[in-house]
């Protein structure tokens, strides 16, 4: 038998191990997903699933002139946001005209760097603080000369613009986001660069721009899974009017997040670029403004749409498919599902229409007792399909011959089946 103070100790260790373990948190599908900029409307945020919106808190716009700071613009895309529900990620970047080496470039290095430290000061200690309440900063913007937002050397812009003003972030309580890596320049340089001088030790998002799954998986390995990192953010996608790109690019996503241990709902995060534009073709965003300044969503943005009709309305979970077709060890095939609280059940299918198959039977665990069964494309077109549901398990199949409502000039296409 245990001695009484023994016994005692062994409590307390316990519920302190208890209490320094991380409580996994509900995720939901505005958590994933924002734009770049706020979209117009009163309702489109909230339409489209949008929980944040990356805004540009220009150094350049702020300090026009050396040591006037002029906040009225910035604060006024704050209060939107949030009037909409929309938190914002601030972007602080850009050498004021006054003060750059290299002239008429927003990219240029500082002749005086104590000028970008005493506007991040300045900028966080006002938009950390009520009626703000940011937490999350974001430092430059492509930090590379091959993307052009950053003429000097990776080790000045670590030095003497990350380090310094992640710290003055810090010492806010608050999170620093990197600037986004660009697609001309390649991860090594960025592990090379974040890196050094132990930048990583004051970074809290690691983030890049345009990529594939590959930087997905390659930051998660290397910064994620070690604990150097809270998480990845892709705070500029997009920029396309291919069909269904959003369809296809956010299923990715999602099936990425949902099997690397999405357990909070800061950890991944994925910024359209742009939230809207004006009548000029080719759309790319997510919203247009007619020549009557009224405002339409694009392809882009009805797809979003889509996809926060199945996703949205409660947490989201994992849910194994009992049985699903052939990849065909094609690693850009994906069949998964995902469990939308206790209301619908969703399952992604991306493929091929030039190999398309003659069937596509599913199997998984049923959420209701007598699911019924809708087909979508990206383009919203639909068609109710059979379950069949014994023993707790629903069998759907799709025969490939209805796929031919998908985009068939597409490389890859996407169909959802949603149970309700």
């Not at 927003?106 to 002749?111: D, Q």
């Not at 670590?158 to 990197?178: C, E, M, S, T, W």
């Not at 469990?339 to 493929?351: A, D, F, H, L, P």
């Not at 077109?381 to 011959?401: E, M, Y």
Request: net charge positive; proline share 5%.
């Amino acid at each position: 038998m245990l001695h009484m103070p023994f016994r005692k100790s062994i409590t307390l260790a316990l519920l302190l191990l208890g209490s320094f373990q991380a409580v996994a948190k509900d995720v939901y599908f505005r958590d994933l997903f924002g734009t770049n900029y706020l979209p117009p409307g009163k309702e489109t945020a909230k339409d489209l699933g949008i929980g944040w919106v990356r805004e540009d808190f220009s150094w350049a716009q702020v300090e026009k002139v050396k040591g006037t700071y002029n906040w009225a613009q910035l604060d006024k895309k704050v209060q939107s946001a949030h009037a909409q529900g929309v938190e914002v990620l601030p972007l602080l970047a850009y050498t004021p005209a006054w003060n750059r080496v290299t002239p008429k470039t927003t990219g240029s290095e500082p002749k005086d760097y104590q000028a970008w430290v005493s506007f991040v000061q300045a900028a966080v200690d006002r938009y950390s603080k009520a009626p703000f309440n940011l937490k999350y900063f974001q430092i430059w913007n492509e930090p590379t000369r091959k993307a052009s937002y950053w003429l000097g050397s990776n080790q000045d812009f670590i030095d003497k613009i990350y380090l310094p003003a992640a710290k003055i972030i810090r010492n806010h309580q608050g999170k620093v986001v990197f600037g986004g890596w660009p697609a001309s320049n390649g991860l090594k340089e960025f592990a090379d660069t974040i890196e050094y001088h132990d930048a990583i030790k004051y970074t809290d998002i690691i983030d890049f721009h345009y990529g594939n799954l590959r930087p997905y998986q390659w930051l998660y390995d290397r910064y994620v899974a070690t604990g150097k990192v809270d998480g990845i953010w892709q705070t500029e996608l997009g920029y396309t009017a291919k069909p269904e790109s959003v369809a296809l690019v956010y299923s990715y996503i999602l099936d990425f997040a949902t099997t690397h241990k999405w357990d909070d709902p800061m950890k991944y995060k994925a910024f359209w670029f742009p939230a809207w534009q004006g009548n000029k073709k080719p759309l790319r965003s997510m919203t247009v403004t007619a020549s009557d300044r009224s405002v339409e969503y694009t392809d882009n943005g009805k797809q979003l749409l889509l996809l926060n009709s199945f996703f949205s309305g409660g947490p989201l979970a994992r849910e194994n498919l009992i049985k699903q077709p052939a990849t065909n060890n094609d690693s850009w095939t994906k069949y998964f599902a995902i469990n939308v609280g206790e209301q619908r059940q969703v399952i992604t299918s991306t493929y091929k229409p030039k190999d398309k198959q003659q069937n596509y039977q599913y199997q998984l665990k049923s959420l209701k007792q007598n699911p019924q069964a809708t087909l979508y494309f990206a383009d919203g077109a639909k068609q109710k399909l059979p379950v069949k549901t014994a023993n707790g398990v629903s069998t759907i199949n799709v025969a490939g011959d209805l796929l031919s409502k998908g985009c068939q000039s597409c490389e890859r296409s996407v169909f959802y089946i949603v149970l309700n």
